[in-house]
């Protein structure tokens, strides 16, 4: 199993120099590679392979004392990685998709590189991150990492910079535990979930006061003429409340993940892929966006815990009844208005509350079937 763990780095202003001339060499290299693909295809209709560039870099180091002090296999993932953008947007085409071109990065616009480990490069017993040309930079271990380093990557974000670690912690098959605690979460507007059991996880306020700061900042970069300072600055700045926000989110994530990791063996969520019926109208991308990520989190966090979350469509789920089954649901009314609603069974329901028991309804079936295909 793969683990990466982030730290911030402390350079100093010479390592923080020499970093940054490493970023810029990455940026060239990245950039040249793009415009020969570009060049060979109006020339002669022909693709440049990643094996053609690699060695094309291979002949050109000798020449160039930038490539030169650029460690080889730092450059080889750069390429690597023009590659992939490449071959994405080929597939994009292919899909019928909306497909950007690779892009040419701009100055500053390219900002992390990555190395393998022990190869110009690595951690030592003292918590610092050696890398050549740039010496022993100061880490902020705020906890320690697990299992062997495999790769080291080099990430400057808003100005800041980061150390992205990722170890190789053996074949640990986790065991899943025994399933006795069960909930289906709705993910919401109103709080960011409910459970089936009537709890909920609350929408933090500086969520949405931090949209209604970036969209000021945003709006102040509009103003503000194109490539001047005081443009700039409000650039920046947007970039920085952008990665605040960021962060207050993914810590909010991590800690609703940990209370429901412990609490339950079973987490069922919907499936966020299928487009459900009941909230097409009133998702905004941002909202989207966090789901995603709060359910990433979660799968992986509920895999090292041995806990099990299974996905499901969210189809009907707010309609139909959870203790009779019927999906005639909140009759003549409808968005986010009903909050309660009484089925002709009888049954008064909290909108929300249904919907987290019609899910972990879908799911535990699910998780049955499963089961049994399986033994
Ligand atoms: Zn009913």
């Not at 709080?191 to 945003?218: H, I, N, P, V, Y």
Request: a positive charge.
């Amino acid at each position: 199993m793969q683990k990466s763990f982030v730290y911030r780095l402390y350079p100093t202003r010479k390592q923080e120099a020499e970093m940054a001339q490493m970023l810029e060499t990455h940026r060239h290299i990245y950039n040249d590679a793009l415009a020969q693909r570009i060049d060979v295809w109006e020339a002669a209709r022909n693709t440049v392979s990643y094996n053609d560039q690699s060695a094309d870099f291979k002949i050109n180091r000798r020449y160039n004392g930038f490539l030169a002090r650029t460690n080889f296999s730092s450059a080889q993932r750069t390429l690597r990685r023009l590659d992939r953008a490449y071959q994405a947007f080929f597939r994009r085409v292919k899909a019928g998709e909306k497909a950007g071109f690779p892009r040419f990065k701009g100055r500053g616009r390219f900002d992390s590189i990555e190395f393998t480990h022990r190869d110009g490069c690595r951690m030592l017993d003292s918590g610092r991150a050696r890398f050549q040309y740039v010496g022993d930079v100061k880490v902020k271990l705020h906890r320690p990492y697990e299992g062997k380093v495999k790769t080291m990557r080099l990430k400057r974000k808003a100005g800041k910079w980061y150390l992205v670690l990722s170890c190789d912690l053996g074949d640990v098959v986790p065991v899943k535990r025994p399933i006795e605690r069960e909930v289906g979460i709705d993910l919401g507007l109103k709080t960011f979930g409910t459970f089936s059991d009537g709890g909920s996880m609350e929408r933090k306020r500086f969520f949405r006061d931090g949209q209604a700061k970036l969209r000021r900042l945003q709006r102040r970069v509009s103003r503000r003429k194109k490539g001047s300072k005081r443009w700039r600055k409000a650039c920046a700045a947007v970039a920085t409340h952008h990665f605040r926000i960021d962060n207050q989110r993914r810590d909010f994530h991590f800690q609703e993940v940990a209370k429901l990791v412990t609490a339950y063996d079973l987490i069922v969520v919907e499936d966020l892929n299928i487009k459900g019926l009941a909230r097409t109208r009133m998702a905004k991308s941002v909202v989207d966006a966090a789901w995603g990520q709060f359910i990433n989190i979660l799968e992986f966090k509920a895999e090292c815990a041995g806990a099990t979350v299974i996905k499901v469509n969210p189809a009907f789920t707010t309609q139909a009844c959870s203790s009779c089954g019927s999906i005639e649901g909140p009759k003549g009314q409808s968005g986010l208005a009903v909050r309660e609603w009484a089925c002709s069974c009888g049954v008064t329901h909290d909108r929300d509350v249904n919907a987290a028991k019609n899910i972990l309804r879908l799911g535990s079936s699910l998780h049955e079937r499963i089961g049994r295909i399986a033994a």
